[in-house]
């Protein structure tokens, strides 16, 4: 089992920045591939980006060249940098890891779900 806690949540104005964090605490973020993932209010929840093993990235179509998901194996973190920030970027943002060898955005993939830190973002 493994543990994650996001943190860095909160609000921010449209076109601004904010940059989440995920800490693993029991296992080397080095065995997981590592994602990030958002439900907005009603909807469902949906793939954001995912930092990859092999050191390969994935961007969610409505935030590609805003965000970026920089990890630091050395530090077992993983982040999520939001750029020029739209009113709807605004819900949970949850992190996940998957152990598994695959690179799939489904979201029944992945293992392992932080609680989830709140962004809001305002117009």
Do not use: H
């Amino acid at each position: 089992q493994e543990q994650l806690v996001e943190s860095g949540g909160g609000l921010v104005q449209a076109g601004g920045s904010l940059t989440l964090s995920c800490a693993a605490s029991e296992r080397p973020t080095s065995n997981y591939n590592m994602g990030w993932f958002r439900q907005a209010p009603g909807k469902e929840r949906e793939f954001v980006a995912a930092a990859w093993r092999s050191g390969l990235t994935s961007y969610g179509g409505s935030v590609k060249g805003r965000f970026t998901i920089p990890r630091d194996d050395a530090k077992n973190m993983v982040y999520l940098e939001i750029r020029r920030a739209k009113p709807e970027d605004t819900g949970v943002y949850y992190c996940a890891a998957d152990p598994n060898d695959g690179t799939s955005s489904r979201e029944g993939a992945w293992a392992y779900w932080g609680q989830g830190t709140q962004v809001t973002v305002s117009s």
